[in-house]
């Protein structure tokens, strides 16, 4: 069984139906046992960093998180989701969970400093992404497949062997990121078709060491 968290950050019934398609059981939940209980977890969101950190953390999740993190469960983030597992995030400048160490930077931040006009924010459509290191959730991708995105911050980790896969959106981004039994997508991979069910179907089957 997959725990989709649920911390008021919409977007959820889209990630479970995708699941529910590709044949995996799955719940939306912000019950901490059954997150506990759950062989993997699921952090996706839509929305702002601020609030969704009040929400985890009046809820109770940010420390469900990690704790489900440190048992070795596999855990997947997607857009907002792949945001506030970092230790910051400009939006707000908001204080995220830390599960890995880095922030997410604004795009109109990194335009300005880069000198880039003409791009509409937020980042939002298809693109494809560059994997940077072979990775199990990530098996049978093709260079020309799309995904699809909606996002004004993007995922900046410290580390460079973090980053799994980048895209190109007038800077070169990280748009997975990723560590031991962590993986994010900036992307949705539940909107993204055929590539994207891959993705959450690789993820069902993956048993990180």
């Known amino acids: 069984m997959i725990a989709i968290i649920d911390y008021d950050a919409g977007n959820l019934a889209s990630v479970s139906r995708a699941f529910s398609h590709i044949g995996v059981p799955n719940i939306i939940t912000n019950d901490i046992n059954v ?34 993190l440190n048992s ?18 400009q939006e707000n400048q908001t204080p995220c969970l830390g599960l890995m160490a880095g922030c997410a930077r604004a795009f109109s931040e ?9 791009l509409k924010i937020p980042h939002m459509g298809w693109n494809r992404i560059s994997l940077r290191a072979d990775h199990p959730v990530f098996a049978g991708m093709r260079p020309e497949d ?15 062997d973090q980053v799994i ?4 959106y007038g800077i070169e981004f990280p748009s997975v990121i990723g560590v031991k039994n962590l993986v994010a997508t900036q992307f949705h991979p539940e909107k ?4 994207g069910l891959r993705i959450l179907k690789n993820f069902s089957g993956w048993n990180p060491c």
């Open 146 to 160: 799309e995904f699809y995105f909606v996002h004004s911050f993007y995922p900046s980790p410290d580390h460079a």
């Open 192 to 195: 993204s078709g055929k590539p």
């Open 72 to 89: 070795g469960k596999p855990v997947m983030g997607i857009c907002l989701g792949t945001q506030i597992i970092l230790r910051s995030s």
């Open 35 to 68: 997150i506990e209980s759950a062989e993997k977890v699921v952090f996706p969101g839509v929305g702002a960093a601020g609030s969704a950190m009040i929400s985890l953390k009046r809820l109770g999740l940010d420390k469900a998180l990690s704790a489900a």
């Open 110 to 118: 990194s335009f300005k400093f880069q000198g880039i006009t003409g």
């Open 165 to 168: 896969a980048t895209t190109e």
